[in-house]
């Protein structure tokens, strides 16, 4: 073994951004990384276990690369880490596929179908729809109309439309490949929670120094 | 008297301007027209959508201030009713995005694949809502 100390040996590590993984798992080094090295101690350090996942753990663990390195460096002390990426890995703790309650789902659902309707009656009195449909119904035509239903019926159906439009579903049939403005956010949504979750449950990250 | 007229003008002017550049300031906000262009695929264009909206408002400012009346058959109400529908929709749909209530109600409820669904449920709550209020809620 005493040549593996005297060759100069590089590890490329990229941690991985997120892994989502059961209850009672031991995580290993292959779990959390992506690994670059030679083939013989490429074995050794992808097996190497790094955490195990127990009930005592939030459903939420930050594994900083520095831990990584130690260990590794236990194994291989001349070794040179290099560290590619992310310089830490959210490992997510999800307990027994938690399916999707349907009765919840539903009840979401007509809230959010009667909230709609209701926001977008609010909206027509707030601005005086009826005012303006009943004046857009004699500007065109003449005559007055207290009720232009030929006007308002596509308006509805339009202001359906516009949203689809805007989110680029036809009801799960896509207009094209880009990700819709939804998607981007959500995307966005959980970047900013990774970042939070980075900050705060990583104890190294912040550090509080009391001189008194 | 030609003073007042003078401060009267400039204030009308004042007020326009802000109005005019708040009307502005809200659409580039929640980006109707970049999403627009970008379905379509006419970045090019996009001079041509900004006088488009100048020269709407301008038409609105006009027929709402005066009494413009163009005798025309009722038909010609179908299209600008679709056109008027599909905007609001639009802005409607991208305050919600910019209020963020979507990502955050689908990651609470854990529904995160079926987004579209919720999503189909503010849809379809709007034109029934919208269906509703003309047909019968303004007769009451």
Redo the contacts between chains.
């Keep these: 073994m005493w040549e593996v100390n005297v060759l100069e040996k590089t590890i490329y590590i990229r941690m991985r951004h997120r892994v989502i993984v059961h209850q009672d798992i031991l995580v290993k080094f292959q779990d959390i990384a992506q690994v670059i090295a030679d083939e013989e101690i490429y074995q050794k350090i992808i097996a190497i276990p790094i955490h195990k996942i127990t009930k005592q753990d939030n459903n939420i663990i930050i594994i900083d690369v520095m831990k990584v390195i130690k260990l590794i460096n236990t194994l291989y002390p001349d070794a040179d880490i290099q560290i590619i990426g992310p310089t830490q890995t959210i490992i997510e703790v999800v307990s027994k596929k938690?399916g999707?309650s349907i009765p919840?789902?539903i009840l979401?659902?007509?809230l959010?179908?009667?909230?709609?309707?209701?926001?977008?009656?609010n909206f027509?009195e707030d601005v005086s729809m009826?005012a303006v449909h009943q004046?857009?119904?004699?500007?065109?035509?003449?005559t007055y109309n207290p009720?232009?239903?030929?006007?308002?019926?596509?308006?509805?159906?339009?202001?359906?439309?516009?949203?689809?439009?805007?989110?680029?579903?036809i009801?799960?049939k896509r207009?094209?490949e880009?990700p819709s403005?939804?998607e981007v956010?959500?995307f966005?949504?959980q970047q900013n929670l990774d970042h939070y979750v980075i900050m705060n449950e990583n104890k190294e990250s912040m550090l509080k120094i009391d001189d008194h | 008297m030609t003073i007042s007229i003078l401060i009267v003008m400039f204030i009308g002017l004042a007020g326009g301007l802000a109005v005019g550049t708040g009307y502005v300031a809200f659409l580039t906000v929640l980006g109707v027209i970049p999403r627009l262009t970008q379905l379509s695929k006419t970045m090019k264009m996009i001079h041509w959508y900004e006088w488009a909206v100048v020269m709407g408002a301008l038409t609105g400012v006009l027929v709402s201030l005066e009494d413009v009346i163009l005798f025309l058959k009722s038909y010609f109400l179908i299209p600008i009713g679709l056109a008027t529908g599909i905007f609001y929709g639009m802005v409607a749909a991208a305050l919600t995005e910019v209020l963020n209530v979507l990502p955050i109600l689908a990651k609470r409820v854990g529904v995160d694949g079926k987004i579209t669904i919720l999503l189909m449920a503010l849809v379809l709550g709007k034109i029934l809502g919208s269906l509703f209020h003309w047909i019968y809620f303004v007769k009451l």
């Design positions: 938690r999707v919840l789902f979401i659902w007509l959010l179908f009667f909230g709609a309707a209701m926001a977008i009656m027509h009826k004046h857009i119904y004699t500007i065109i035509t003449g009720h232009p239903l030929i006007f308002q019926i596509p308006y509805s159906i339009g202001l359906g439309l516009g949203m689809v439009l805007f989110f680029n579903h009801f799960k207009i094209n880009e403005p939804l956010e959500m966005n949504y």
